[in-house]
């Protein structure tokens, strides 16, 4: 039977804020010894409040607008209880039945046109702590340091369909997070964590079956990977004939499958109730508009200006915008020297190559996007050719020394002297008596190899319009 999978991505983001959620302990625990930035608030001791984070609430309510979301004027926090080791209070406080956000979208773009995926909710909660689980032993240590640090949990309407789609939705959440500098979005140190829940139903229904929730996924790579393993596993399962287990499965990235860790709880199985310590979050229309007149120019409205401004493609656009950083080095380029099509293809091609050659991003780049408009400045004005400037850039890319400095070291200017390009035109010409044959005789392709032979010559420096043009004027014809 052929299926059609149906997923929903719920995304963990921890905000970027000092201070944890409901108390005043610092969120900067990467790296610091276990258990030393908690406090009796954060570790639920007896006889203490919380207080909430204004940052993170303003980050909040910053993200549900930039989704096109509905700010909730008055919202509560409730108590999601459950008993695990890494939550020292027996409970999280989290957001259930009137969370701060309503509604929204993601537009991702697909082969066939833009699609928006909808959003469901966005809330508020408190992180909980980490296990620790050590190598050969038989017993889990744990660190609280990450209790209490603010997350929002952005839930997605069951719309995707592919885990194409789940990858393109969520590196476009992300680039939005960046943006608004809600997150550093680090899949890796665990700012930003998806689980996603997929379930299978026949091609032509509109029943959903049952859903498994896959956690555990800590790349882009890994969440396309898991859903096609558990699509793929789902179908199997109803094939033979069997029943999908409502459960939460955990991705092993090294076998590359998933693996059963519980049931699927409901939502009646975690007893929620208002948090009785909390006061009920009232926002002022005003509060809310003094937040949207902060929001940046956000992806698409800048890939829209990028097209419009500087005649780029929306491919071109595409890319240049994903990445709030690099989208903001390449506008500082264009700024000292106005080709934005010829710096475009130069970040695209070339300066992004070597950052993904190296596993690096834009962050990690040791010249200055003056530098590379400086580079296109010397390749339009004739100074070096393109083919040099590649070797130009390598040295840029290697040492971070501008471009000027490195054509003169090396002496590689271009040859602009019809005078000093002639004898090497000429050389070809009488080395070469076959090619010149072919080219008289109407094979316009021999002279791509004669301009080849002169470029040789000249170690590359000739330039190559002159050296097309004396080659056709001492041949004759067009060839």
Same mark, same amino acid.
């Given at each position: /039977?052929?299926?059609?999978?149906?997923?929903?991505?719920?995304?963990?983001?921890?905000?970027?804020?000092?201070?944890?959620?409901?108390?005043?302990?610092?969120?900067?625990?990467?790296?610091?010894?276990?258990?030393?930035?908690?406090?009796?608030?954060?570790?639920?001791?007896?006889?203490? $409040?919380?207080?909430?984070?204004?940052?993170?609430?303003?980050?909040?309510?910053?993200?549900?607008?930039?989704?096109?979301?509905?700010?909730?004027?008055?919202?509560?926090?409730?108590?999601?209880?459950?008993?695990?080791?890494?939550?020292?209070?027996?409970?999280? %406080?989290?957001?259930?039945?009137?969370?701060?956000?309503?509604?929204?979208?993601?537009?991702?773009?697909?082969?066939?046109?833009?699609?928006?995926?909808?959003?469901?909710?966005?809330?508020?909660?408190?992180?909980?702590?980490?296990?620790?689980?050590?190598?050969?032993?038989?017993?889990?240590?744990?660190?609280?340091? #990450?209790?209490?640090?603010?997350?929002?949990?952005?839930?997605?309407?069951?719309?995707?369909?592919?885990?194409?789609?789940?990858?393109?939705?969520?590196?476009?959440?992300?680039?939005?997070?960046?943006?608004?500098?809600?997150?550093?979005?680090?899949?890796?140190?665990?700012?930003?964590?998806?689980?996603?829940?997929?379930?299978? /139903?026949?091609? &032509?229904?509109?029943?959903? &079956?049952?859903?498994?929730?896959?956690?555990?996924?800590?790349?882009?790579?890994?969440?396309?990977?898991?859903?096609?393993?558990?699509?793929?596993?789902?179908?199997?399962?109803?094939?033979?004939?069997?029943?999908?287990?409502?459960?939460?499965?955990?991705?092993?990235?090294?076998?590359?499958?998933?693996?059963?860790? #519980? *049931?699927?709880?409901?939502?009646?199985?975690?007893?929620?109730?208002?948090?009785?310590? $909390?006061?009920?979050?009232?926002?002022?229309?005003?509060?809310?508009?003094?937040?949207?007149?902060?929001?940046?120019?956000?992806?698409?409205?800048?890939?829209?200006?990028? /097209?419009?401004?500087?005649?780029? *493609?929306?491919?071109?656009?595409?890319?240049?915008?994903?990445?709030?950083?690099?989208?903001?080095?390449?506008?500082?380029?264009?700024?000292?020297?106005?080709?934005?099509?010829?710096?475009?293809?130069?970040?695209? *091609?070339?300066?992004?190559?070597?950052?993904?050659?190296?596993?690096?991003?834009?962050?990690?780049?040791?010249?200055?996007?003056?530098?590379?408009?400086?580079?296109?400045?010397?390749?339009?004005?004739?100074?070096?050719?393109?083919?040099?400037?590649?070797?130009?850039?390598?040295?840029?890319?290697?040492?971070?020394?501008?471009?000027?400095?490195?054509? #003169?070291?090396?002496?590689?200017?271009? %040859?602009?002297?019809?005078?000093?390009?002639?004898?090497?035109?000429?050389?070809? %010409?009488?080395?070469?008596?076959?090619?010149?044959?072919?080219?008289?005789?109407?094979?316009?392709?021999?002279?791509?190899?004669?301009?080849?032979?002169? /470029?040789?010559?000249?170690?590359?420096?000739?330039?190559?319009?002159?050296?097309?043009?004396?080659?056709?004027?001492?041949?004759?014809?067009?060839?």
């Amino acid at each position: /039977m052929d299926y059609q999978p149906v997923i929903g991505l719920e995304v963990h983001v921890q905000l970027s804020t000092r201070s944890k959620l409901f108390c005043g302990c610092s969120t900067d625990y990467s790296g610091k010894p276990p258990n030393t930035h908690v406090c009796p608030v954060c570790l639920g001791l007896p006889g203490v $409040l919380p207080v909430l984070n204004d940052e993170a609430l303003r980050l909040a309510v910053k993200t549900v607008l930039a989704v096109d979301g509905e700010v909730a004027r008055f919202s509560q926090f409730a108590r999601k209880q459950y008993f695990y080791p890494d939550l020292p209070k027996a409970y999280q %406080i989290s957001q259930y039945d009137r969370p701060i956000g309503l509604g929204g979208h993601i537009e991702i773009d697909l082969p066939g046109g833009p699609r928006r995926i909808g959003l469901t909710r966005i809330h508020m909660e408190e992180d909980a702590g980490k296990l620790v689980h050590p190598a050969g032993e038989a017993h889990s240590l744990v660190d609280y340091n #990450r209790c209490c640090v603010p997350l929002i949990e952005i839930v997605s309407e069951p719309e995707l369909r592919t885990p194409e789609e789940a990858k393109l939705y969520l590196q476009k959440l992300k680039s939005v997070l960046e943006y608004l500098e809600a997150s550093d979005c680090n899949m890796e140190e665990g700012s930003l964590r998806c689980d996603a829940n997929v379930s299978l /139903m026949p091609v &032509g229904s509109s029943t959903f &079956g049952a859903k498994a929730e896959v956690k555990n996924m800590n790349s882009f790579k890994a969440v396309a990977r898991a859903l096609e393993y558990e699509i793929e596993r789902q179908a199997k399962v109803l094939d033979d004939g069997g029943r999908v287990a409502q459960e939460t499965r955990l991705w092993d990235e090294a076998s590359g499958r998933t693996f059963p860790m #519980r *049931s699927k709880e409901d939502a009646h199985d975690y007893r929620y109730f208002p948090e009785p310590d $909390l006061p009920p979050v009232v926002l002022e229309p005003e509060y809310i508009d003094s937040v949207r007149k902060s929001l940046p120019e956000l992806p698409d409205a800048r890939r829209a200006r990028y /097209m419009a401004q500087f005649g780029l *493609s929306a491919y071109d656009a595409g890319v240049l915008t994903a990445d709030r950083r690099l989208a903001g080095w390449f506008e500082t380029g264009v700024g000292v020297h106005p080709n934005a099509k010829a710096l475009s293809n130069w970040v695209q *091609s070339e300066l992004l190559g070597y950052l993904n050659r190296d596993g690096l991003d834009i962050g990690a780049v040791k010249f200055s996007p003056a530098d590379l408009a400086e580079l296109v400045k010397l390749i339009d004005a004739g100074t070096i050719s393109g083919k040099i400037a590649k070797d130009v850039f390598a040295e840029m890319y290697a040492s971070g020394r501008p471009p000027a400095a490195v054509v #003169r070291e090396k002496g590689l200017e271009q %040859i602009s002297d019809e005078s000093a390009i002639e004898g090497a035109v000429q050389k070809a %010409i009488e080395a070469n008596a076959e090619a010149v044959a072919s080219y008289r005789a109407g094979k316009p392709a021999a002279l791509g190899f004669l301009v080849g032979q002169v /470029m040789r010559l000249t170690k590359g420096k000739a330039n190559p319009g002159l050296v097309n043009k004396l080659l056709r004027e001492k041949l004759g014809g067009e060839g």
